[in-house]
């Protein structure tokens, strides 16, 4: 059970982490509570020399360690112990994480540091099963690739689930024998911090892990342009991911992984249990205040059951408990700044006035912090602003549909391609919509992922390039040598 707490009791870690060690700095970004707005914390911001020492101590890790070449056996079991360490201490890293974030304490404990700690060890016990290839090659000779770890990954992590987003861009890195250089978000830089000191007490090497705090252009620039690093894994906005690309690839040719945003269509058919499709809708857009990348915030109903499926959502979304992140019983977050509250009352408002008709929310809650009300925007055009920008924010748009095929038109978004949803008995066109969808998911009388570890996600077009979880993040963290022996007798 999870118990509220003080905000003002808990100790943040303002400081990068290099080395092995914490390394206190000061100054920087000052942060506000997204539940109160309440100043606490400045954000340092690490210049060039500090990402280079991170990068050179990962390098000299790796060299004195060995970590890249030992047994795999010996980093699966220190991944798991990392993972039971987080276990062990997801009360007090549940409150440093709540203080600062959008997470409530309730939800980090159970959810997201839960299942944080079982997709390490998921990537753990992948370190000594996934094999190279033998290749079918000529009878005098013997092909092979040999799959080897980068080097150092550098990974740069977005704000609304710190310490999951930590631990996708980690985990594979780590169990495929790869050191990481990682920056959170400037506006949730301390869960990443404590993550890297339980990995050291954990008897990860130091310097296998280390964390730079500070923002895109300053210390984000200087670590994805670093000519020491080998790859990159990116999650957070598609501008940022198309600069990090370019800027990437201005020192060197390097992979990267590029986890982006999303706009994602739920396509709910008359035939369709609604009482589910509502609940799952309304959840999607409520976790986290819809500030996800995965938020399922545009709904395209069957004509004939569009008014019923409005008023069944306007019902789910008045069904919550906001409050500040460090109360027990709180369900709805608060939106993470002030900055990003103003944006999605400017869409909204933009939307309204290009002809969506409001059926709730659109409003701060009057209480301090950055509350906005689940918010209903029904009869939307294609080209409204509200249907085509990322919000970000809670805000469902509804719009409705004839045929399948005009479902699957209105479904297709000019620029993102992550997720999509879909509601409907009959299986035959649950196939075929599910093959017309340009996403890189598709969800099923259901909306999010499960559990299942070995499912991998990501996005089709502007949503990205490559995948996080599953196997192929773990393959994505190596690069594959091909090795060509002759062996025919020469005698
Ligand atoms: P953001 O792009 O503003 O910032 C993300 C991270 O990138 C931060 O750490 C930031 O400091 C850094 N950054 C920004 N500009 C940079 C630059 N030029 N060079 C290097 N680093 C830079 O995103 P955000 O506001 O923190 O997060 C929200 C976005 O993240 C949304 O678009 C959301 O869809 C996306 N997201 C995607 C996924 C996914 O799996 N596809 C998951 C979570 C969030």
Not at 117 to 136: H, N, T
Not at 233 to 242: E, L, M, Q
Not at 420 to 449: E, F, I, K, P
Request: glycine share 10%.
């Amino acid at each position: 059970m999870t118990a509220s707490f003080d905000p003002a009791s808990v100790d943040l870690p303002t400081g990068h982490h290099i080395a092995g060690r914490f390394l206190p700095a000061s100054g920087g970004i000052p942060l506000r509570r997204p539940s109160d707005g309440a100043a606490h914390a400045d954000c340092p911001v690490a210049d060039a020399d500090c990402v280079d020492r991170a990068v050179e101590a990962a390098h000299a890790a790796l060299a004195a360690s060995g970590w890249g070449r030992c047994t795999p056996r010996d980093r699966t079991r220190a991944l798991q112990r990392w993972a039971d360490l987080m276990e062990a201490e997801a009360a007090p890293l549940a409150r440093l994480e709540a203080v600062s974030s959008t997470r409530p304490v309730a939800q980090l404990a159970a959810g997201d540091i839960a299942v944080t700690a079982e997709q390490i060890r998921f990537f753990a016990e992948l370190a000594d099963k996934e094999c190279s290839e033998l290749a079918p090659t000529a009878e005098g000779a013997l092909g092979m690739t040999v799959a080897e770890p980068y080097g150092v990954i550098a990974a740069i992590t977005p704000w609304n689930f710190p310490i999951s987003m930590a631990g996708w861009k980690l985990a594979p890195a780590l169990a495929a024998g790869n050191a990481v250089v990682i920056k959170p978000s400037e506006l949730t830089p301390f869960s990443t911090v404590r993550l890297a000191e339980l990995a050291v007490r954990a008897g990860i090497p130091e310097g296998i892990v280390n964390v730079v705090l500070g923002d895109g252009p300053t210390t984000g620039a200087a670590l994805t342009g670093h000519p020491g690093i080998g790859k990159v894994s990116f999650t957070g906005s598609t501008a940022a991911g198309a600069a990090i690309m370019e800027n990437a690839a201005r020192t060197g040719i390097r992979p990267v992984t590029l986890e982006l945003g999303g706009k994602s269509p739920q396509i709910v058919f008359a035939d369709a249990d609604l009482g589910l499709a509502a609940d799952a809708i309304a959840r999607s857009i409520l976790a986290n205040a819809g500030q996800a990348c995965v938020a399922g915030s545009r709904v395209i109903v069957e004509a004939p059951v569009a008014e019923q499926l409005t008023e069944m959502l306007a019902a789910r979304l008045a069904r919550i408990r906001p409050g500040p992140t460090w109360a027990a019983e709180t369900d709805y977050a608060p939106i993470v700044s002030e900055r990003q509250i103003a944006r999605i009352e400017g869409i909204v408002g933009a939307g309204i006035a290009a002809g969506a008709e409001l059926r709730c929310g659109a409003a701060r809650f009057d209480r301090e912090g950055y509350f906005y009300a689940p918010t209903l925007l029904a009869g939307v055009r294609p080209d409204n602003p509200a249907e085509l920008a990322e919000i970000f924010g809670p805000v469902l748009t509804l719009q409705s549909f004839a045929s399948e095929e005009e479902a699957l038109r209105l479904a297709d978004h000019p620029v993102y391609g992550l997720c999509a949803g879909l509601y409907t008995r009959d299986l035959s066109r649950a196939l075929r919509v599910m093959r017309g969808l340009q996403s890189g998911t598709v969800w099923v009388n259901r909306y999010g992922r499960s559990r299942d570890h070995i499912l991998p996600t990501g996005g089709y077009k502007s949503s990205g390039i490559g995948k996080d979880l599953g196997r192929a993040a773990f393959h994505a963290c190596r690069r594959e040598k091909t090795v060509l022996i002759d062996i025919a007798r020469t005698e």
